[in-house]
């Protein structure tokens, strides 16, 4: 999509309006807000060429739109995945569900919070109340949240987490009284249903995104004060020494995408079984190999090996999520050949 991805959103759909033809096109800008059917309007009037491709292009990116609109409403998110995945491949896939995912989540509450800078959120909210925080965080992408989580002091990050699995629902009243405290520096949108949000799950996302230290004395405070919920959270979690739960076919795909490098560092501090079963999914020329980079390497900062795990990590969930691998997850049954 070469040309379509230079155009604008408004000349697209211009171009989109053009190709559907006149009597489509009324019934749909009826259905615009009235500033943007004049910008549609006046786009139109002013678009005097338009290529076959660049039809054909805004056609097909319309398409997959809708289709992935229908997907999520029909099944979600992760119903939505699975099949644009499946049509499309992992990567087209992923570019329509974050351009659907960003569209839909204009409609909830903290919209300008998703967009803001990272540091300027955590300024805002960082000596709030950790009920505060933790409804905020709940509302983010978990890459986002996961920053401001990781910045803050031990006990709160705690704190916060804990508060974050245990919420279940909030009501429009007190979304708009956090909200009220962002006012003046974040215009955000008020939902008047109640949301569902926070729990086990928005917790594992957003510590599958922090750095190893942030994770680790999150887990291990909750262990001590709520060992149930823990365990929970580690149950929805993939850690890197739970590579040894891969089966073989599924470790070597993962290794396919692995830099080599970093591969060296995350085994150099990890447990004897994980390297054991990353050696044997390799060529006997390649382990060797790796040994031997490994043992060159000499010492190495704890934090350098640490971060080369984490990206292995990531590798693994993206594959899982693009059905490439399997992942067994906390209390889900694995049919085994």
Known sequence: MAQAQK????????????????EISSGIMKRLPESMIEKVTYEIANTTKITAQQKHEILKE?????????????????????????????QKAKEIIDTVSEI??????????????????????????????????CYLQPDKAATILSGLPDELQVDVAYRIATMNTTS??????VESVLEKKL??????????????????????????????????????EEPD?????????????????????SIQRVLREVDSRDLALALKISSEDVSN????????????TLREDIEFM?????????????KIVSIIRMLDEANEIIIARGGENVIVP
Do not use: C, W
Not at 277 to 288: D, P
């Open 298 to 310: 000499g010492p190495v900062r704890l934090v350098e090996a640490e971060a080369a795990q984490q």
């Open 104 to 137: 839909t989540q204009q409609r909830r509450p903290f919209a300008i919070a998703r967009k803001a800078d990272s540091q300027q959120l955590f300024n805002t909210i960082s000596k709030e109340h950790p009920q505060t925080i933790a409804l905020i965080l």
């Open 229 to 249: 919920l823990a365990e929970q959270v580690r149950a929805g979690m993939f850690v890197f020494e739970d590579i040894v739960t891969l089966d073989n076919a």
């Open 62 to 90: 319309f398409l997959d739109m809708s289709l992935a609109h229908d997907y999520i409403n029909h099944g979600g998110l992760d119903y939505a995945k699975n099949l644009l995945t499946k049509a499309l491949g992992s």
């Open 277 to 288: 079963v990353i050696f044997r999914n390799m060529s006997k020329r390649a382990a060797q």
């Open 187 to 224: 215009s955000s949108v008020i939902n008047n249903d109640y949301a569902s949000i926070g729990g086990v799950n928005t917790l594992v996302d957003i510590l599958n995104s922090v750095d190893r230290a942030t994770e680790k004395n999150i887990i291990e405070e909750l262990e001590k």
């Open 7 to 22: 155009l604008s959103g408004v000349q697209k759909a211009a171009i989109l309006m053009i190709a559907l033809g006149s």
């Open 172 to 177: 429009p009243v007190v979304i708009r009284q």
